[in-house]
C-alpha cells in the first residue's frame, strides 16, 4: 500500500516567499506561509531557517498536529500564529523559550486535550499574549445566548443543547498560566487572576467530569453510527438521526482537508497551465543555433541578389564621413553583455549585412568603399560595434592628397620657422656684442696680448699704444684671410699656432 506524502513546507516555497531577503534562506527572520493547503509543517522549514526565525505566520492550512520532530531545530521563535488549522491538541513547543505570542484561534482543541495542552505552554515563561478564540473548549457567550433566545421561543426538552464550550475555561487557563498577561486580546486583571487560583481545585474536577463525558459521548455516537445501517427504521431512530445531523457541523477537520486538496489540485492544474503558456527560457546553445541559421538564411537571400534595408533588431546606428578623413565610419549600439559570439558582420563594397542574436541588420552605404581593407571592432565599455571602412571614390584619394600636402606645408613651414629664428638669435648676439664694444673710450691696453716673438707689445714699452676701432677691425680682417691661406697650404692636415696682430 502506497504511502500517502503530504503537503509539507518546501525549499523552493521558502524562496518564493522570502523575496524581502533577497531570497536568502539562511539569515531569514520573518516568513508567510499562509493559505499554502499546507497539511504537516515539516523539517526543512527548521533545518534551513530554524536558527534565524522570529516571526512564522501559518494561518489558514490543515495542520492537523504540531509535530514535535518538525519544531524541534527552532531556537528563535517570538511569534508563532497557526491560527484557522486543524490542530487538536498544543505539543511541541516546549523549547521555545523565547516565544511571546502564540495564536491559535479556530482549530479543534477541545476540554479532552486542554490538560495537556496548558501543561505545554506551562514551561513557556516568556509567553505573554494566548489566542484559543473560537475552538471547543472556549465558552462562546454569543451562541449560548442564541440558544437560549431559541429555546425561548420553541422550547424542546428532548433536544441536547448545542455546544457553547466551558464556562471555566477562561479561569482555568489564568490559574494555570501565571506569567501570561493577555488572553484572546482581553487583559488578565490581578482580581481575576486571584479569583482564577481560589476556584482552581473545582476548575480542575470540572474538566475531568467533562472530559469522561466527552469520551463517553463520542463512543456512543460511533456505536450508534455502526449500528444504523442493520436497525429497521423506526419513529425513535429517525428521531435520533435528526438529532445527530443537528449537532454535526461542516466544519470539521475531515471536511477541511477534503476542500483543501481540492483546492491544491486546482492551484496545481492553474500553474501547470500558466507555465505552459509562458515561453520557453532559452540557454547559450539554443541561441547559438538560432544564430546559426539567421545567418544562413541572410546569406543565402543575399546570394540571390535580394538587397534590402532592414533593421530587425531596431538599433540605432549611425555613419560618420567626418571623423577620420577617407574612411567611413558606421557605429552601431550593441548591448553591453551581448556575447561577441551571437555577432556576425559581413562588409561588401555597397552595402554592409550584420547578424546580432538572430536579428539582421542591413544597410546600403553612401559611398563605394574597399572592402578588403575594411575592420570591425566592439568597445569594451559600451559594447558598441564600430566599422571603419576607407573609401575608394576620388574624393577620397583628392583629401588623402590635400591632407598629405598640409602635412608637409606643415613640416616646411615648422623648418623654415627653426632657421629663421636661429637668423635671428645670431644677429642679436652680434648686435649685442657691437654694442658693447661701442661702448668702450680711450686707448684699449694690448700689451701683453701676444708674444714679442710673433710681433707683440712688450710691456717694457713706454710708449703709449692708442688703437682705433676701424684698425682693430682691419688687423682682425687680415689676420683670417692668413690663417686661412695657412691651413690651406699646410701638407700635413695639421693647423699651426695663429700668426701675429701685427
Known amino acids: 500500500m502506497t504511502e500517502v506524502v503530504k503537503r509539507h513546507v518546501s525549499l523552493s516555497l521558502i524562496r518564493k516567499r522570502s523575496e524581502h531577503n533577497e531570497c536568502l534562506v539562511s539569515t531569514l527572520e520573518e516568513i508567510a506561509l499562509h493559505q499554502e493547503e499546507l497539511e504537516e509543517i515539516g523539517n526543512v522549514l527548521g533545518r534551513t531557517c530554524g536558527k534565524t526565525l522570529r516571526i512564522l505566520l501559518l494561518q489558514s492550512n490543515v495542520i492537523s498536529r504540531m509535530h514535535p520532530s518538525h519544531l524541534r531545530y527552532f531556537r528563535s521563535i517570538d511569534y508563532l500564529n497557526l491560527a484557522l488549522n486543524n490542530i487538536r491538541v498544543i505539543e511541541g513547543i516546549e523549547h521555545f523559550e523565547f516565544l511571546n505570542k502564540l495564536d491559535l484561534t479556530l482549530n479543534f482543541i477541545d476540554v479532552d486535550a486542554l490538560e495537556d495542552s496548558i501543561e505545554c505552554l506551562r514551561h513557556l515563561r516568556s509567553l505573554k499574549e494566548l489566542y484559543l478564540v473560537g475552538n471547543p473548549c472556549m465558552y462562546n457567550d454569543v451562541l449560548d445566548e442564541k440558544n437560549k433566545k431559541s429555546d425561548d421561543v420553541q422550547p424542546d426538552f428532548n433536544r441536547k443543547s448545542k455546544n457553547v464550550g466551558w464556562k471555566g475555561c477562561r479561569m482555568y487557563i489564568i490559574a494555570k498560566l501565571p506569567h501570561l498577561h493577555l488572553l484572546d486580546g482581553n487583559e488578565i486583571l490581578r482580581s481575576e487572576r486571584i479569583c482564577a487560583l481560589q476556584c482552581l481545585p473545582q476548575l480542575e474536577t470540572e474538566l475531568h467530569l467533562l472530559e ?58 492553474k500553474e501547470k497551465n500558466e507555465r505552459s503558456n509562458q515561453p520557453k527560457l532559452k540557454v547559450e546553445k539554443d541561441f547559438e543555433d538560432d544564430q546559426e541559421r539567421a545567418i544562413e538564411r541572410c546569406r543565402q537571400r543575399e546570394e540571390k541578389g535580394i538587397i534590402r534595408q532592414c533593421n530587425e533588431g531596431k538599433l540605432t546606428y549611425k555613419f560618420d564621413e567626418a571623423k577620420k578623413a577617407g574612411h567611413l565610419l558606421l557605429d552601431v549600439s550593441v548591448q553591453k553583455h551581448l556575447s561577441s559570439s551571437l555577432i556576425n558582420v559581413e562588409i561588401h563594397p555597397t552595402y554592409v549585412s550584420i547578424v546580432i542574436k538572430s536579428k539582421v541588420l542591413r544597410l546600403k552605404l553612401p559611398t563605394e568603399i574597399r572592402a578588403e581593407e575594411s575592420t570591425a571592432q566592439r568597445s569594451t565599455t559600451t559594447g558598441h560595434l564600430l566599422l571603419v571602412m576607407p573609401r575608394c571614390d576620388e574624393t577620397s584619394i583628392l583629401l588623402k592628397s590635400k591632407t598629405s600636402k598640409q602635412e608637409e606645408n606643415k613640416n616646411h613651414g615648422s623648418r623654415v620657422k627653426i632657421n629663421k629664428k636661429s637668423e635671428e638669435s645670431g644677429k642679436r648676439l652680434g648686435s649685442i656684442m657691437l ?68
Do not use: W
Open 212 to 269: 469522561n463525558a466527552r469520551s463517553k459521548n463520542y463512543s456512543n455516537i460511533s456505536k450508534d453510527n455502526k449500528g444504523y445501517q442493520q436497525r429497521t427504521e423506526s419513529p425513535q431512530h429517525t428521531e435520533k438521526k435528526e438529532i445527530l445531523k443537528e449537532e454535526v457541523t461542516h466544519h470539521c477537520p475531515d471536511n477541511r482537508t477534503q476542500v483543501s486538496h481540492e483546492m491544491a489540485q486546482q492551484k496545481a492544474e
Open 435 to 502: 654694442q658693447d664694444a661701442m661702448i668702450l673710450k680711450g686707448a684699449v691696453q694690448i700689451r701683453g696680448l701676444v708674444p714679442t716673438t710673433k710681433g707683440g707689445v712688450d710691456y717694457e714699452q713706454n710708449e703709449t699704444c692708442n688703437i682705433s676701432m676701424k684698425e682693430i677691425s682691419s688687423r682682425i680682417k687680415n689676420t683670417n684671410d692668413i690663417t686661412a691661406s695657412h691651413r690651406f697650404s699646410s701638407n700635413d692636415g695639421i693647423e699651426d699656432e695663429p700668426p701675429p696682430l701685427f
